[in-house]
């Protein structure tokens, strides 16, 4: 009776667990749908057409890799796909209760079957077959049976790369094989379960992942930039565009192989600050005391929940840098604030000086009454390199993702006297042209700025004006393509726990009525890229904002024109003549041709997996080793204002002197000085 009393008891909790989780759906839905309607720039109505849309991107994500799902959950799922609206319209939000159901289910039934191979034979000698077609899209499993033939090849593959890669000669590998096999195999299947273990290692885990899910479907439907926040989202958001966080200086993410890495470094945190940290690293643990975190099968949130503890001021990142090599680094918290500028000016020089300035986004102050940020900081930066005497002025925005409008234009400013410097349309189709708010500039010589294809929003923002005023030579690949504002609203200002939801309010245009929207900034001079093809702009999004354009009603007075056509020819003329470009060139074409978008297959032995893998890592290494060994032509030095700020810190010395090698040996950098050295001679 006491057992049946418990049973009862605890399917109560559970169902009740349930019902509280959809009637927090239906609470965030209805908040999203009412901001949607109310302040998004295009919404779009509640319809089937919006089912159809959102259903799309949810069973995208829900299994981006097509290695859970059958045919058959699909089919149970594709009931819904015209129906999401009506849920959505009549409160009911129990349908989200069969996705978390069979996500479970499909969790649990694969990892079975993945454990069950722990111990099986193995067939290596090619009676299987590997297959990439990067031109057709995969389907879902047909049924079990195909599942377990492709989770049987996975765990194989995933042992023969690991040899691979742990190995560099394939005889040793082929005489030490059982052996060798018999080490990677318990890695491999722990490396497997703890990717799908995951989801449920995270707060409120797989269903707050499925929730999460539905609500960003929605809400991206829309459009890609406007997303559902969750307070640590938001958070984490506010603290990338802002100079005042109190952090490590950095922020994490997976990476495909379900490592955790630094993807992002913040200008001027304690991370840049020390400098041996760099994105991409893989964090192997992290110790802060007596208390040790393995990164090893654990989600991301739990290292940003370690990171954020106010506890924990100081941790040591043992981390696994991109040559492979192991190394710790010790981290205090730091406030971001800056004391000085977070944007450091450079003296380039040859036969004549050049400032260069590189800007990691456009960072903004919130604390600030004024804002005081990035426009601010590269002011004084230009005032001291006009001391040097410069001839002209590089401005880097490669990776530059974005952030404050308001820097971007007073950045705009700067460099123009007067006049528009881009149009806003609003929801309700009304237009507002925004005006260079001061007169005068402060700088007026050559400049070049070099973008790449993730250059996005302010930067796109800030280089299109200075190409339609002739103020500068856009130099680099097109830009990503974001031609759009954003704004953060919470769903309840009151139950902060609905979350938030970042929503796009305005669409920006160029002041000659153009958009640089899913188009991106076309440079003047385009150099080659490794990401040439790699479809990575806002175009490729599903549901992107369309490129368009609007009518002026301020003309704005652009300089001189520019010899755009001589110049162009003199770089692509040097360009063709350095080994450097052509070895980029050719890397991307490689990489695309024989890896991004090969259709191929081979038979799953360990020959063909070696020569594959090493294949790849071969053509970069002979890319990296060319460029770990070329040396610039350019000599690079700091300001006499900046070398007086450095003179009695060494550990900032040596950072500096890093940053220098860097703009030296930089192939791009010293193209630009080529451009801005053809222009004087042109003058």
């Excluded at 299947?189 to 499925?210: P, S």
């Excluded at 700088?443 to 070099?450: A, E, L, M, S």
Aim: hydrophobic fraction near 35%; include cysteine.
């Amino acid at each position: 009776m006491i057992k049946k009393i418990c049973l009862i008891f605890l399917l109560f909790c559970f169902l009740s667990s349930i019902g509280q989780s959809n009637r927090l759906l239906c609470e965030q839905l209805e908040s999203l749908n009412l901001l949607i309607n109310n302040y998004h720039y295009s919404p779009k109505a509640l319809n089937d057409t919006l089912s159809g849309g959102v259903y799309k991107l949810f069973i995208k994500r829900l299994d981006e890799e097509k290695v859970l799902f059958t045919d058959k959950d699909l089919a149970v799922f594709r009931k819904d796909s015209l129906l999401l609206d009506d849920y959505i319209r009549n409160n009911n939000c129990e349908f989200i209760d069969k996705y978390i159901k069979t996500l479970r289910n499909r969790l649990g039934e694969t990892k079975q079957l993945i454990d069950s191979y722990r111990n099986a034979e193995f067939n290596y000698k090619g009676k299987d077959t590997l297959k990439y077609y990067r031109s057709k899209e995969s389907g879902y499993f047909d049924d079990e049976a195909a599942r377990d033939r492709y989770w049987s090849k996975r765990i194989r593959f995933e042992i023969l790369s690991k040899l691979s890669e742990d190995g560099d000669d394939l005889s040793e590998l082929e005489a030490n094989f059982e052996q060798l096999e018999k080490e990677a195999r318990p890695i491999i299947f722990e490396k497997l379960q703890c990717q799908l273990d995951e989801i449920h290692n995270t707060e409120r885990g797989l269903e707050r992942f499925v929730t999460e899910t539905f609500l960003n479907a929605f809400t991206n439907y829309h459009d890609p930039n406007s997303t559902f926040f969750n307070n640590a989202d938001k958070s984490m958001f506010e603290d990338s565009v802002s100079t005042t966080t109190m952090s490590f200086g950095l922020y994490t993410d997976k990476n495909e192989d379900g490592e955790i890495v630094i993807a992002y470094i913040t200008p001027g945190g304690a991370a840049q600050f020390e400098g041996s940290l760099e994105e991409g690293d893989v964090i192997r643990s992290l110790t802060s005391g007596t208390a040790l975190v393995d990164t090893n099968c654990i989600s991301n949130e739990e290292i940003v929940a370690f990171l954020s503890d106010t506890n924990h001021h100081k941790v040591a990142f043992r981390v696994k840098k991109k040559d492979g090599s192991i190394k710790s680094v010790t981290l205090s918290k730091k406030a971001d604030k800056p004391v000085e500028n977070l944007t450091r000016g450079y003296v380039m020089s040859k036969e004549f000086s050049v400032g260069y300035i590189s800007l990691s986004s456009f960072y903004t102050n919130f604390e600030s009454p004024h804002g005081m940020g990035v426009a601010n900081d590269v002011a004084k930066e230009i005032y001291k390199l006009k001391k040097e005497k410069i001839e002209g002025l590089i401005i880097d925005l490669r990776f530059n993702g974005g952030g404050s409008m308001k820097e971007a234009t007073d950045l705009c400013g700067m460099f123009i006297d007067r006049g528009p410097v881009s149009i806003l349309k609003y929801r309700n189709g009304e237009t507002f042209t925004v005006r260079d708010a001061n007169r005068g500039t402060v700088f007026n010589k050559p400049v070049v700025i070099i973008v790449n294809s993730y250059s996005a929003s302010a930067s796109e923002f800030f280089s299109s004006l200075m190409q339609d005023y002739n103020r500068a030579i856009i130099v680099g690949t097109p830009t990503y393509g974001k031609s759009s504002m954003q704004t953060i609203v919470a769903l309840d200002e009151i139950r902060t726990e609905l979350g938030f939801c970042k929503l796009t309010t305005d669409l920006f245009y160029r002041v000659t009525g153009k958009s640089n929207q899913s188009k991106g900034v076309i440079p003047d001079i385009e150099f080659p890229s490794m990401y040439n093809g790699l479809e990575i702009n806002e175009e490729y999004l599903d549901f992107a904002l369309p490129n368009d354009s609007i009518a002026i009603s301020v003309k704005h007075k652009p300089g001189k024109k520019i010899a755009i056509k001589e110049l162009r020819e003199k770089s692509e003329f040097r360009m063709k003549q350095d080994e450097g470009f052509r070895k980029i060139k050719t890397l991307n074409e490689k990489l695309l041709k024989g890896y991004i978008k090969r259709d191929t297959s081979y038979s799953l032995t360990l020959k063909n997996v070696f020569y594959d893998i090493n294949g790849y890592n071969d053509l970069w290494k002979d890319f990296m080793d060319y460029f770990d060994d070329r040396k610039g032509i350019l000599t690079v030095k700091n300001t006499m204002s900046t070398e007086e700020i450095l003179k009695n810190d060494e550990d900032r010395q040596q950072l500096n002197t890093f940053s220098m090698d860097d703009i030296g040996n930089d192939i791009f950098i010293e193209e630009a000085y080529h451009i801005i050295s053809d222009i004087r001679k042109m003058n």
